[in-house]
């Protein structure tokens, strides 16, 4: 059994919920746990480096057998050893292979070589993919509601927005419904030009102009796709969420899974609170959303 040399092609970007492949390499880990690893797989990993979704939940089916897929993390390997959600590189780093490591708690009866079945629990998949299609939505309509606040030009959004929500984040996480967004307000931010002396007192009006863009959007119905990048399948491979939203198509690099349409959508909104921590402001942003 030698070491996957090729990327894991993935489907989950295109909405997938099966697939089927074979199974390449196997390996048991320290905690009794056996990471499998696919040619081809529907199952969204968490990639720990930027954990923002979490995994799918699942099977995969071998000879007849269903193994429940307890996690899936992302795995590399440089040809020496597969590393298994602890990558030193980041993911689509030059000579290295990205694989899905599927993790089964027994994988007896799972040969390289054997035809596998992977199948996705598609509740689970459809709230995540609305949390993170809803996530996108609300840092847009976040950097859509704060340019008063710059006293600086800065790098810009898709569309043409001060990029807040790139030069601040520090965490992003994908939940069943929604998404919770960390921003680190500390003096970088405020030498950029970020008037940071200003959002509390203003916080209840961006927070609520921010709502009022996300409700015009999803109003939209506007079309939601992942675009890859030369067409690649690869789960290094680069890939964009693609919106077209009223004003203009807008696209954001992104790893995980969406819906097609906001037309699944009924609304969606943003609860924000601001913290101190020593000598920074910490901004949360909590997106909701809510399924037609
Ligand atoms: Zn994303």
């Not at 919920?17 to 074979?22: E, K, Y």
Request: charged letters at 20%; hydrophobic letters at 40%.
């Amino acid at each position: 059994m030698s070491l996957p040399s090729t990327d894991t092609a993935v489907t989950y970007p295109d909405g997938d919920l099966t697939s089927t492949g074979a199974v390449v390499f196997v390996q048991p880990l320290d905690d009794g746990r056996t990471a499998v690893v696919l040619d081809r797989t529907a199952f969204h990993p968490v990639d720990p480096v930027w954990p923002d979704q979490p995994a799918d939940a699942g099977t995969i089916t071998v000879d007849g057998r269903a193994y429940e897929v307890v996690d899936a993390v992302v795995g590399a390997t440089d040809g020496t050893t597969l590393h298994v959600g602890d990558a030193p590189v980041r993911t689509g780093t030059e000579g290295w292979a990205f694989v899905v490591c599927h993790l089964v708690q027994d994988a007896t009866g799972i040969e390289p070589g054997a035809a596998a079945a992977v199948s996705v629990d598609p509740a689970r998949r459809h709230a995540l993919s609305a949390g993170h299609t809803a996530c996108h939505l609300a840092s847009l309509a976040l950097n859509d509601a704060l340019p008063g606040l710059w006293t600086k030009e800065v790098a810009v959004d898709g569309r043409g927005r001060p990029n807040f929500d790139q030069l601040a984040i520090t965490s992003s996480r994908i939940l069943e419904g929604g998404s919770v967004d960390e921003y680190r307000i500390g003096k970088s931010l405020r030498k950029k030009g970020f008037a940071a002396a200003d959002l509390p007192a203003r916080l209840d009006e961006v927070t609520a102009a921010a709502n009022r863009t996300l409700a015009d959007w999803i109003a939209s119905g506007a079309a939601i796709s992942i675009v890859r990048e030369g067409g690649r399948p690869g789960l290094g491979d680069r890939r964009r969420w693609h919106a077209e939203l009223p004003d203009g198509v807008v696209e954001i690099p992104c790893g995980g899974t969406h819906l097609r349409s906001l037309t699944e959508l009924a609304g969606a909104d943003i609860h924000l609170d601001l913290a101190e921590t020593e000598g920074a402001v910490v901004l949360t942003m909590r997106t909701t959303a809510h399924l037609a």
